[in-house]
Each structure stands twice: as C-alpha cells, then as structure tokens.
C-alpha cells in the first residue's frame, strides 16, 4: 500500500520556481491525493507564469498541475527563461536554437523533481506522472523521460531486478518538438507513451524528426495540425488528440469504493 500526499511548493528547492493548480474536485476522505500529477514545462523565453493560466484552462480530473519554471534566465536583456545547457542561434534561421543540450535540465526535472520530491517526498510512482511541454520544454520533457528509463542520473528508486516499467512515466505530450539532436539514442527504448504535436510546414516535427523519437520511445504518437507552423493548439479540434491522450493515460479513483487501499 502507498500514502500519496499532495505536493506543495514548500516540498520543491528554494531555487526552483513552481506554481501548482490543483483539482477542482474535492479529495475523498480514503484518498486526499490525487492519482496523477502532469508537470507543465512552458516554451524557450516564457515563464512558469505565462503557463500557469494554460493549467487553469486544462482542468483536469485528479490531476495536480504543476508548473515548473526553466531555471536559467536568456540573457541580453531578452526576457524569459531557458531550458538549456547554453544559448544558441540557429544558423538558418538566425533565432534561438532550442536544442542547447539539456544535462542540467535533466538532473533538475528526474533526480530533483521527479525522485526527489514526488516519488520520494510525495509517494507517487513515476507511472503516476505525465509530462507536457511546449517547444524547448517538450524536448526537455523527452530526454528527462529517456532518462527515468535509463536510470542514469542519481537517486534511482527502481528496486533491484525491477521490471523496465517501473521507471516509465505515464506520458509525454511534446508540442512543437521532437526528441532533441543533442539526446542520446543509444541503448533500449523507453517504453514511456510520447504524444507529438505539430503544423505543417515549416515545423520542427519533421518526418526525420519523428524517425528520431521513434529510435528512442517504443510508443510514439503524431498529430499535425492542419494550419502551417508549430504551436500552442488554438481550437476544439487541435487540443482533441492532447485530451484523448490525456484520458487513455490518467488514473481515477471514480467507481472505486471508499475504503479500498491501492498495491503495489
């Protein structure tokens, strides 16, 4: 049997910048903690702020949002935060290159976030959480799954001998971003369940794109907008596959009875 409880920005490092939104439905009295939490990691040069509204809109059953800024301030006075190991500018295109590579990243979102405060301090199990993130936070999100599976970076909770799945998360949906040049694609696949949102071109989640998640995550989904170019979905119909994704991969308490406990 596992105690859950809650998690409060009070559980999180002083030095990271979270917001949580919590469920709107009240907790049962046999389960004061939601089954699932979705961590929200918004796009290069935007805030945990900016992001927090999009939570609010989500409103997901038993789900505690929370969102998580990027810790690393851009510089030059450009405003906004990033999720990389360093600023780059795309030699094309002459704008920020969203694959900086992501070590730092990585070690924040699996060994102090995940492990540290919702598997260890909170009492989920990584197939309890799902990840979303936008642009630089979906690739973020894809190497920080790679890595639960991989059980690289310290502080892994798999048991010995513990099946794969133990450390598979129960999704992530990257809008706008494919898994990154800069991850690696050496060893299993990860059997984490990815979602990738992207337009039409120009997009980031090009077909060679998409051949490379595929190489890393054993289950991978596509939906591509109908519109040209990546971003935030703006409609019913662009936001559908998320909350289909969103329905086939959260938990539920709803139909069980009061007094059930939960094994493990």
């Excluded at 409880?5 to 559980?11: G, I, L, N, Q, V």
């Excluded at 909350?243 to 139909?255: E, V």
């Amino acid at each position: 049997m596992t105690s859950k409880k809650s998690p409060s920005p009070a559980d999180f490092p002083t030095n990271l910048t979270v917001t949580i939104t919590p469920p709107q439905s009240p907790p049962r009295a046999t389960h004061p903690a939601p089954p699932n939490i979705l961590l929200l990691l918004h796009g290069l040069g935007d805030t945990a702020a900016a992001f927090t509204s999009f939570a609010r809109a989500l409103n997901l059953p038993e789900t505690t949002i929370v969102t998580i800024q990027a810790p690393t301030p851009l510089p030059f006075d450009l405003g906004g935060f990033h999720w990389g190991d360093d600023v780059s500018f795309d030699s094309a295109t002459g704008t920020l290159d969203m694959d900086a590579g992501f070590k730092r990243a990585t070690s924040l979102l699996v060994d102090e976030v995940i492990r540290g405060v919702l598997v260890r301090k909170c009492g989920y199990r990584p197939r309890e959480i799902l990840i979303l993130g936008f642009g630089q936070g979906g690739m973020a999100a894809l190497v920080a799954a790679r890595e639960m599976g991989e059980g690289k970076t310290q502080g892994t909770s798999a048991s010995a001998g513990g099946a794969a799945e133990d450390t598979s998360l129960s999704g992530v949906i990257s809008i706008g971003a494919p898994y990154p040049l800069s991850g690696s694609t050496v060893g299993a696949k990860s059997r984490t369940p990815v979602l990738l949102v992207g337009g039409r071109e120009p997009t980031a989640v090009s077909d060679g794109a998409i051949r490379r998640t595929k190489q890393v995550f054993e289950f991978v989904e596509v939906h591509q907008y109908a519109r040209k170019g990546d971003g935030m979905p703006r409609n019913r119909e662009e936001m559908m596959p998320v909350m289909q994704f969103f329905a086939r991969r959260l938990r539920s308490w709803q139909g069980v009875p009061e007094g059930s406990v939960e094994i493990t």
